[in-house]
């Protein structure tokens, strides 16, 4: 196969520079990971440690297999919201290895809140369950919960996508026939009960797991009876008198250990055959991407520069390399795995958009999953594009990537403005994973470019009343807080904090993302393919 | 010369002697408790007995005299070698096999006896002009008797136990204030170890080589000596990695020690293979710290730089016959490094780490030899000293060993328990070992912040090499999969990997 051929200089100014800047980067998003993993009030800390409890990396390490690999999910859901110490939307998920295995496993943080739910809790769980489904991984789930967090309850009780979503997701998940096991190391209290009662495993931890419709509070509020939470849903009286749970664990660490033997017993699954061929490292350190990608989102790069740095052997087939440049299309593999990568190079023009529809249909046709790089200003507009009917081809693309079957994974690595963010796979177009590099920006256009309409319309108005148009002061005025609002709510960090991602990643990391997420997609099935039309030539 | 010879041990050493047996096509007997009964040793002998029940302890089975001497009667053994460890230094032992009319393969019992107290062994050894450390002649109970004593030699003393060796019940006091409290636990160490709890004082030297001289002598009144060994490295009192010649000696020093070492083994009435220990102080003094009557563990650099088997010496010697070799006939040539490969953790303060070798393949390659009880799937029982083997090298000089042996501790595999291999590889490519530059703290001196490297790609690259080895293709998934499952996954491949690291 073709090899990528750089022409970077990692000598030259601008690379130091480029390099420099995504470092400070990286710096602070491992700050903030570590932050959302180890900020926790000492009296949290005492408390978990008094009830002889682990924390919730403790038993992340122990339920999953040592020395292998940890995909992180939305660990910083709820950034910067509500008091900003609800890390993680005060939970941990992700896919790891049990025995070897693929799984998600999903844990409350006990140590923040007490393990209550937030609005962004519940989009966390429905996520993770769409991550679930999609994929078929098998669910694990540490519960130590104390249930909604009753000041928000009316954002996270009765709407469709709210807490009883949980429930309904789970029936299905079940019915789909993918493993649902739960241990209960803490409070399940009220909906919260629901977690363990509808998973086909339940472990639970004598001492500290409880499980009950209404906790002890509301117990005494209603009936006057105290009854303590050991008598009321400990593990004796749910293993031996109401079957509510299955296994008795003493502690923490026996719960996590027969976690793993359930996960041992799980019958084998049937895999998605995407080609795959022996894995090869890059010829170009990924960590170069550092010094590809520059500081300022308006200055173009090649987005083959950051191919060459993600794929096996740097080697990449390209799909009509000539036609339609502003979007590169191409074959390559990440891991050992076939994929169709397609990466933006500038905006896109019905050539580009024909060529994007062409490809994707060739690898839904081939069962090869799709990648696709952001870096996108938004499709080209002008009077002559219009005439030639650039949203008709633009609707292809939109259409294809909207009907595509085999999985399609998402980076956002810059720009992600206008119908490109749909065209290129944004996260309404439900690709299995969507990450965002620390410099990506997401809007609707960019904050500059929205400031200037906002401004035009204004002037228009002004016209059409024979009013004259806005001085340079006043133009001020609008342009200062719509460019804030913008860059502020464009922000990689805004956008993972409403889970519009799966996580921020070190864009020198993204091979490895990519490679251990298609791994985990491949325990789908694909199916569907052979049926439809044929593809078109475009 | 013997027809069959039953050897009282297990593990590489046992091996190791029934090698020997094989080559001089002498039939060899092995015995072993239960836990050992797919063991290395007993798969390589002609015949295998179990002893008593088959109970594991230590006290029911390798150190069950009376079970030893009637699995030789039973199986018409006519010897007993004993190896190292164990009964090998046990001089009722010794006594009880000659009484049941077999031979000891080592010294005769009353000179294990003599050797065996440490403080009988220093004034024996005094007489006769063997320089000793500065220290008690006899043992003491009473904390003011110890107290003068210390007091005289001058702080730091070593507290030792008479019946001692392996480091158990030794203490070192740095003054007088933690004198009675190290006495009496020392005391009780060496009482339950032991059986014997009697402890003296010796003046303790900083920093000290450990070199010791490898002596035959047969029955005939015979001695000679086969050079030295320098054992300063060492962990926990235990010796891990030893080599010869030290580069500590020049010729005159070799050849006084080496008397010195000669003239030991003829004031005791010495028989057989044994070494007199020495220390060595930075100004080329030395004095005599014990006499380790049996085969030592270190003893294959010495046959390695001399070119003698001293298994088939002491086979010899036991036999009756005269030596064959005179003082003249001996030299040593090239320089030899042995590793100990324990089943241990170096991260955990040499804690023993039990368990299944799933896979192992000594290295080889000229000049490399492995000596182990090991062999794929060979479970490493939690009742014994976990020893799984000693690499061996030999080249022409000191800095073709060292690179030498840093290639072949690469190239030999043991795969399922933790090993010390890689703290190994870095002593000796650290610059005071290459240096010679070692002494009995050299590990506390510029290891004791030593952890293993964690990079992930090394783990990674390791994880690929299990995978291949172990025809585990994908995650829990059967060759019947498509092709998907052919090529390992990165969740094989990345080892510990996170968004953080």
């Given at each position: 196969?073709p090899?990528?051929?750089?022409?970077?200089d990692?000598?030259?100014?601008?690379?130091?520079?480029?390099?420099?800047?995504?470092?400070?980067l990286?710096?602070?998003?491992?700050?903030e990971?570590t932050?959302?993993?180890?900020?926790?009030?000492?009296?949290?800390?005492?408390?978990?440690?008094?009830?002889g409890?682990l924390?919730?990396?403790?038993?992340?390490?122990?339920?999953?297999?040592?020395n292998?690999?940890f995909?992180?999910?939305a660990?910083?859901?709820?950034h910067?919201?509500?008091?900003?110490?609800?890390?993680?939307?005060?939970?941990?998920?992700?896919?790891?290895?049990?025995h070897g295995?693929?799984?998600?496993?999903s844990?409350?943080d006990?140590m923040?809140?007490?393990?209550?739910?937030?609005p962004?809790?519940?989009?966390k769980?429905?996520?993770?369950?769409?991550?679930?489904?999609?994929?078929?991984?098998?669910s694990?789930?540490?519960v130590?919960?104390?249930?909604?967090?009753l000041?928000?309850?009316?954002e996270?009780?009765?709407?469709v996508?709210?807490g009883g979503?949980?429930f309904?997701?789970q029936?299905l998940?079940?019915?789909?026939?993918?493993?649902?096991?739960?241990?209960?190391?803490g409070?399940?209290?009220?909906?919260g009960a629901?977690?363990?009662a509808?998973?086909?495993?339940?472990?639970?931890?004598?001492g500290t797991?409880a499980?009950?419709?209404?906790?002890?509070?509301?117990?005494?509020?209603?009936?006057?009876?105290?009854?303590?939470?050991?008598?009321?849903?400990g593990?004796k009286?749910?293993?031996?008198?109401?079957?509510?749970s299955?296994y008795?664990?003493?502690?923490d660490?026996?719960?996590?250990e027969?976690?793993?033997?359930?996960?041992?017993m799980?019958?084998?699954?049937?895999?998605?055959?995407?080609?795959?061929?022996?894995?090869?490292?890059?010829?170009?350190d990924?960590?170069?991407?550092?010094?590809?990608?520059?500081p300022?989102?308006?200055?173009?790069?090649?987005?083959?520069?950051?191919?060459?740095?993600l794929?096996?052997?740097?080697?990449?087939?390209?799909f009509?390399?000539?036609?339609?440049?502003?979007?590169?299309?191409?074959?390559?593999?990440?891991h050992?795995?076939q994929?169709?990568?397609?990466g933006?190079?500038?905006?896109?023009?019905?050539?580009?958009a024909?060529?994007?529809?062409?490809?994707?249909?060739?690898?839904?046709?081939?069962?090869?999953?799709?990648l696709?790089?952001?870096n996108?200003?938004?499709?080209?507009?002008?009077?002559?594009?219009?005439?030639?009917?650039?949203?008709?081809?633009?609707?292809k693309?939109?259409?294809?990537?909207?009907?595509a079957?085999v999985?399609?994974f998402t980076?956002?690595c810059?720009?992600?403005?206008?119908?490109?963010?749909?065209?290129?796979c944004g996260?309404?177009?439900?690709?299995?994973?969507?990450?965002?590099?620390?410099n990506?920006?997401?809007?609707v256009?960019?904050?500059?470019?929205?400031?200037?309409?906002?401004i035009?319309?204004?002037?228009?108005?002004?016209?059409?009343?024979?009013?004259?148009?806005?001085t340079?002061?006043?133009?001020?005025?609008?342009?200062g807080?719509?460019?804030?609002?913008?860059?502020?709510?464009?922000?990689?960090?805004y956008?993972?904090?409403?889970?519009?991602d799966?996580?921020?990643?070190?864009p020198?990391k993204?091979?490895?993302?990519?490679g251990?997420?298609?791994s985990?997609?491949?325990?789908a099935?694909?199916?569907?393919?052979?049926?439809?039309?044929?593809t078109?030539?475009? | 010369?013997?027809?069959?010879?039953?050897?009282?041990?297990?593990?590489?050493?046992?091996?190791r002697?029934?090698?020997?047996?094989?080559e001089?096509?002498?039939?060899?007997?092995?015995?072993?408790s239960?836990?050992d009964a797919?063991?290395l040793?007993?798969?390589s002998?002609?015949?295998?007995?179990?002893?008593?029940?088959?109970?594991?302890?230590?006290a029911?089975?390798?150190?069950?005299?009376?079970?030893?001497?009637?699995?030789?009667?039973?199986?018409?053994a006519?010897?007993?070698?004993?190896?190292?460890g164990?009964?090998?230094?046990?001089?009722?032992f010794?006594?009880?096999?000659?009484?049941?009319?077999?031979?000891?393969?080592?010294?005769?019992?009353?000179?294990?006896?003599?050797?065996g107290?440490?403080?009988?062994?220093?004034?024996?050894l005094?007489?006769?002009?063997?320089?000793?450390v500065?220290g008690?002649?006899a043992?003491?109970d009473?904390p003011a008797?110890?107290a003068?004593a210390a007091?005289d030699?001058g702080y730091?003393?070593?507290?030792?136990?008479?019946?001692?060796?392996?480091?158990?019940?030794?203490?070192?006091v740095?003054?007088?204030?933690?004198l009675?409290?190290a006495?009496?636990?020392?005391?009780?160490?060496?009482?339950?170890?032991f059986?014997d709890?009697?402890?003296?004082?010796?003046?303790?030297?900083?920093?000290?080589?450990?070199?010791?001289?490898?002596?035959?002598?047969d029955?005939h009144?015979?001695a000679?000596?086969?050079f030295?060994?320098?054992?300063?490295?060492?962990?926990?009192?235990?010796?891990?990695?030893?080599?010869?010649?030290?580069?500590?000696?020049?010729?005159d020093?070799?050849?006084r020690?080496?008397?010195?070492?000669v003239?030991a083994a003829?004031?005791?009435?010495?028989?057989?293979a044994g070494?007199?220990?020495f220390?060595?102080?930075?100004?080329?003094?030395?004095?005599?710290?014990?006499?380790n009557?049996?085969?030592?563990?270190?003893?294959?650099?010495t046959?390695?730089?001399?070119?003698?088997?001293?298994?088939?010496?002491?086979l010899?010697?036991?036999?009756?016959?005269?030596?064959?070799?005179?003082?003249?006939?001996?030299?040593?040539?090239?320089?030899a490094?042995?590793?100990?490969?324990?089943?241990?953790?170096?991260a955990?303060?040499f804690?023993?780490?039990?368990g299944?070798?799933?896979?192992c393949?000594?290295?080889?390659?000229?000049?490399v030899?492995f000596d182990?009880?090991?062999y794929p799937g060979?479970?490493?029982?939690?009742?014994?000293?976990?020893i799984?083997?000693?690499?061996?090298v030999?080249?022409?000089?000191?800095?073709?060993?060292?690179a030498r042996?840093i290639r072949?501790?690469?190239?030999n595999?043991v795969?399922?328990?933790?090993?010390a291999?890689?703290?190994?590889i870095?002593?000796?490519?650290?610059?005071?070992f290459r240096?010679?530059?070692?002494n009995t703290?050299?590990?506390?001196?510029?290891?004791?912040?030593w952890?293993p490297?964690?990079?992930?790609d090394?783990?990674?690259?390791?994880?690929?090499?299990?995978?291949?080895?172990?025809?585990?293709?994908?995650?829990?998934?059967?060759?019947?999969?498509?092709?998907a499952?052919?090529?390992?996954?990165?969740w094989?491949?990345?080892?510990?990997?996170?968004?953080?690291?």
């Amino acid at each position: 196969m073709p090899v990528l051929r750089s022409r970077i200089d990692p000598k030259s100014d601008d690379y130091k520079a480029n390099y420099a800047h995504m470092s400070g980067l990286v710096d602070k998003l491992k700050e903030e990971l570590t932050r959302a993993h180890e900020d926790r009030s000492d009296k949290a800390k005492a408390r978990n440690a008094e009830l002889g409890k682990l924390t919730v990396t403790e038993r992340l390490d122990k339920v999953l297999d040592r020395n292998s690999p940890f995909l992180e999910i939305a660990p910083l859901a709820a950034h910067d919201m509500y008091d900003g110490r609800i890390h993680g939307a005060g939970s941990r998920a992700g896919i790891g290895v049990i025995h070897g295995r693929e799984v998600f496993i999903s844990a409350n943080d006990p140590m923040i809140k007490g393990g209550t739910i937030y609005p962004m809790g519940v989009k966390k769980t429905l996520r993770c369950q769409t991550i679930i489904m999609e994929n078929r991984l098998p669910s694990i789930n540490l519960v130590d919960s104390g249930g909604a967090y009753l000041p928000m309850q009316s954002e996270i009780f009765p709407d469709v996508d709210d807490g009883g979503r949980v429930f309904y997701n789970q029936a299905l998940i079940s019915k789909m026939n993918i493993p649902q096991i739960t241990a209960v190391m803490g409070l399940c209290t009220a909906g919260g009960a629901y977690i363990p009662a509808m998973s086909d495993h339940v472990v639970h931890v004598q001492g500290t797991g409880a499980i009950f419709l209404g906790g002890p509070p509301l117990v005494k509020a209603a009936t006057g009876e105290e009854v303590s939470a050991e008598d009321l849903g400990g593990a004796k009286l749910h293993c031996s008198e109401s079957g509510v749970s299955d296994y008795l664990a003493d502690d923490d660490a026996m719960a996590c250990e027969i976690l793993r033997e359930i996960v041992s017993m799980l019958p084998a699954q049937k895999q998605a055959d995407y080609p795959r061929r022996a894995p090869a490292a890059p010829l170009y350190d990924p960590r170069e991407i550092w010094g590809v990608v520059p500081p300022s989102l308006s200055t173009p790069y090649d987005i083959r520069e950051v191919i060459a740095r993600l794929v096996d052997g740097s080697e990449l087939l390209e799909f009509k390399q000539l036609y339609g440049p502003t979007l590169v299309c191409g074959w390559a593999h990440i891991h050992g795995t076939q994929v169709g990568i397609l990466g933006n190079n500038g905006v896109l023009f019905s050539e580009s958009a024909l060529k994007a529809t062409q490809f994707i249909q060739l690898c839904d046709r081939q069962g090869i999953p799709l990648l696709f790089l952001q870096n996108i200003s938004g499709y080209i507009i002008g009077r002559d594009y219009e005439r030639a009917g650039i949203t008709k081809d633009g609707h292809k693309m939109v259409a294809a990537v909207s009907t595509a079957t085999v999985p399609k994974f998402t980076v956002m690595c810059g720009q992600s403005f206008g119908a490109g963010n749909y065209g290129m796979c944004g996260r309404a177009y439900s690709p299995r994973f969507l990450w965002t590099w620390p410099n990506a920006q997401i809007g609707v256009m960019g904050a500059e470019e929205a400031a200037k309409v906002l401004i035009t319309v204004k002037n228009d108005q002004l016209a059409r009343e024979g009013e004259p148009p806005l001085t340079s002061e006043f133009e001020e005025f609008i342009r200062g807080p719509v460019k804030q609002a913008g860059e502020k709510e464009g922000n990689a960090y805004y956008s993972t904090a409403n889970l519009w991602d799966d996580g921020i990643i070190d864009p020198a990391k993204t091979r490895d993302v990519l490679g251990l997420a298609l791994s985990a997609s491949a325990n789908a099935p694909l199916d569907g393919r052979d049926q439809g039309h044929s593809t078109f030539r475009m | 010369m013997f027809d069959k010879v039953l050897v009282a041990n297990r593990g590489e050493i046992a091996v190791r002697v029934l090698t020997t047996l094989r080559e001089m096509s002498i039939a060899s007997v092995a015995v072993y408790s239960e836990v050992d009964a797919q063991a290395l040793h007993v798969l390589s002998a002609d015949e295998a007995v179990v002893l008593g029940d088959g109970a594991p302890e230590p006290a029911a089975s390798y150190l069950h005299a009376e079970r030893i001497i009637e699995a030789a009667r039973v199986t018409g053994a006519q010897a007993i070698h004993p190896g190292y460890g164990f009964l090998s230094e046990n001089a009722d032992f010794a006594a009880q096999v000659t009484e049941a009319g077999l031979t000891f393969i080592g010294p005769p019992a009353d000179v294990i006896a003599k050797l065996g107290n440490k403080t009988t062994a220093r004034q024996i050894l005094a007489d006769a002009g063997v320089p000793i450390v500065p220290g008690m002649r006899a043992t003491a109970d009473d904390p003011a008797v110890l107290a003068e004593a210390a007091q005289d030699m001058g702080y730091p003393v070593l507290i030792k136990a008479a019946a001692g060796g392996g480091g158990k019940g030794m203490r070192v006091v740095q003054s007088a204030d933690h004198l009675a409290e190290a006495a009496s636990a020392a005391s009780s160490e060496a009482l339950s170890s032991f059986g014997d709890g009697s402890i003296y004082l010796e003046k303790y030297l900083d920093r000290p080589r450990h070199v010791e001289v490898q002596i035959l002598a047969d029955a005939h009144g015979n001695a000679i000596h086969l050079f030295e060994r320098e054992c300063s490295i060492q962990r926990r009192h235990q010796k891990i990695i030893e080599e010869t010649p030290s580069c500590a000696l020049n010729t005159d020093l070799r050849t006084r020690m080496g008397e010195a070492a000669v003239a030991a083994a003829k004031a005791v009435g010495y028989v057989n293979a044994g070494t007199v220990e020495f220390l060595l102080d930075s100004t080329g003094d030395f004095y005599f710290l014990e006499v380790n009557t049996r085969l030592q563990v270190e003893h294959p650099i010495t046959e390695v730089t001399v070119g003698l088997d001293l298994v088939r010496h002491q086979l010899e010697i036991a036999a009756g016959s005269k030596l064959t070799l005179a003082q003249p006939d001996v030299s040593q040539r090239g320089h030899a490094i042995e590793c100990r490969i324990y089943a241990e953790d170096p991260a955990a303060d040499f804690m023993p780490c039990p368990g299944k070798v799933l896979y192992c393949r000594p290295a080889t390659g000229p000049g490399v030899r492995f000596d182990a009880g090991i062999y794929p799937g060979a479970e490493v029982p939690v009742h014994y000293d976990p020893i799984l083997g000693k690499l061996i090298v030999w080249a022409e000089d000191r800095p073709a060993a060292i690179a030498r042996m840093i290639r072949a501790l690469q190239d030999n595999v043991v795969l399922g328990v933790q090993t010390a291999t890689e703290l190994m590889i870095d002593i000796l490519a650290s610059e005071p070992f290459r240096d010679g530059d070692t002494n009995t703290r050299f590990l506390e001196d510029h290891f004791a912040d030593w952890h293993p490297c964690e990079d992930g790609d090394a783990q990674a690259r390791l994880g690929y090499v299990a995978a291949d080895l172990s025809g585990v293709g994908h995650a829990g998934a059967a060759d019947t999969l498509p092709g998907a499952t052919k090529w390992p996954s990165p969740w094989q491949t990345l080892a510990h990997w996170t968004l953080r690291s």
